[in-house]
């Protein structure tokens, strides 16, 4: 399936939950938000939510800024 | 109480609330534009700063995933992190943005909300920056407005709800320092929240006359992080927002056009008796 995973089309063979997403990132244990489609998903969610084919996905964290 | 402690009292009895939490220092620090990790952390440690701005982006996926993350150095833990909504120039995307930091942040409320109009000004979009401050409020967020330095528009801010209203002095990053003083203290003069400067401090004796027009406190990152020797200049700009605050407390003396000798005029050994 494809999806867009920051901006950028991404292929992955099967629909994979949020943790799967982000372990297969090395990005497991990190600090971070998950945007799917625009709606928040809860760290506590990342098990149980589906990555679905064409979703877009947003992955971000806390950089300097003023 | 001896004298000593009366100064003492006088000086440290002074503290600053944001949305009923208090904070000692009074000023406030961005984590932008600094060459690496250690110098955002020494810089920080060295303005004295309890409230830290960090800002929301992707990351980088597929590079090192071991690099040294911003929270590691600039702990939550220490700090009052102060997530922006910098380089959103609408409502929307400011929103979602403050959305993605509260999840981040598990649950942490207080945003720094700038919705811009244009990149050249980076001044703010005020109508962009209204209605993504109703949604905030409405959904709990305690807003700190990044705003311009329209008394009006400022009065506002404070009526739907902001925790705190922060006029720019002059562009961002623009070092230009208060270019509107009287604005300044109108906005200060009407307000019931905290003002804080946001933006176009230049260099500690800006930060001086910010806080000698009443301001509550000042947020800088450019002035500081761009400076030859950021560490010294966080250090100046702690001593600079401490002088100017006690200085608008203590209350200047009226500017006159003529001198007034500060010694005494009688007893003058050289005066002839009559």
């Known amino acids: 399936m494809n999806i867009i995973l920051n901006g950028n089309a991404r292929e992955y063979p099967d629909t994979l939950s949020a943790t799967e997403l982000l372990h297969s990132l090395g990005l497991a244990d990190k600090r971070l938000a998950l945007e799917v489609n625009q709606e928040i998903v809860p760290r506590s969610s990342f098990d149980n939510h589906i990555i679905n084919p064409g979703d877009r996905v947003e992955i971000v964290h806390a950089i300097g800024g003023g | 109480m001896s004298t000593v402690m009366q100064v003492h009292a006088h000086v440290t009895t002074d503290p600053l609330f944001i949305a009923g939490v208090e904070y000692r220092s009074r000023l406030l620090v961005g984590t932008g534009k600094y060459k690496d990790m250690d110098e955002t952390r020494a810089a920080t440690e060295a303005s004295g700063a309890e409230i830290v701005t960090v800002a929301i982006r992707r990351t980088n ?16 833990d220490k700090y009052t992190l102060l997530p922006n909504t910098a ?25 720094k909300l700038e919705v811009l109009g244009d990149e050249k000004t980076l001044f703010p979009d005020i109508i962009q920056t209204i209605e993504a401050t109703e949604i905030l409020v409405r959904d709990g967020f305690k807003v700190m407005v ?19 209203v922060m006029p720019l002095a002059a562009p961002i990053g623009s070092g230009l320092g208060i270019r509107n003083p009287h604005n300044i203290m ?19 004796s800006d930060a001086a006359i910010a806080m000698e027009l009443g301001c509550d406190g000042v947020l800088m990152n ?3 992080a761009g400076a030859q020797d950021p560490i010294l200049m966080a250090s100046a700009m702690k001593k600079a927002i401490e002088a100017g605050r ?7 003396i009226p500017r006159k056009r003529f001198a007034s000798a500060s010694s005494p005029i009688d007893g003058t050994f050289f005066q002839e008796d009559v």
């Open chain 2, 61 to 76: 996926i597929g590079q090192n995933p071991n690099e040294p993350s911003l929270l590691e150095v600039i702990s939550p």
């Open chain 2, 87 to 111: 380089g959103c120039y609408t409502a929307g995307d400011a929103v979602r943005t403050c959305r993605l930091a509260r999840e981040l942040l598990d649950g942490h409320d207080l945003v």
């Open chain 2, 146 to 164: 990044y705003t311009n330095d329209d008394p009006i528009i400022a009065k506002r801010f404070e009526e739907m709800g902001c925790v705190a």
């Open chain 2, 186 to 204: 109108t906005i200060v003069e009407n307000a019931t929240v905290p003002i804080l400067v946001d933006a176009g401090v230049g260099t500690a």
């Open chain 2, 222 to 224: 450019t002035a500081i």
């Open chain 2, 246 to 252: 006690e200085a608008f407390r203590a209350g200047r």
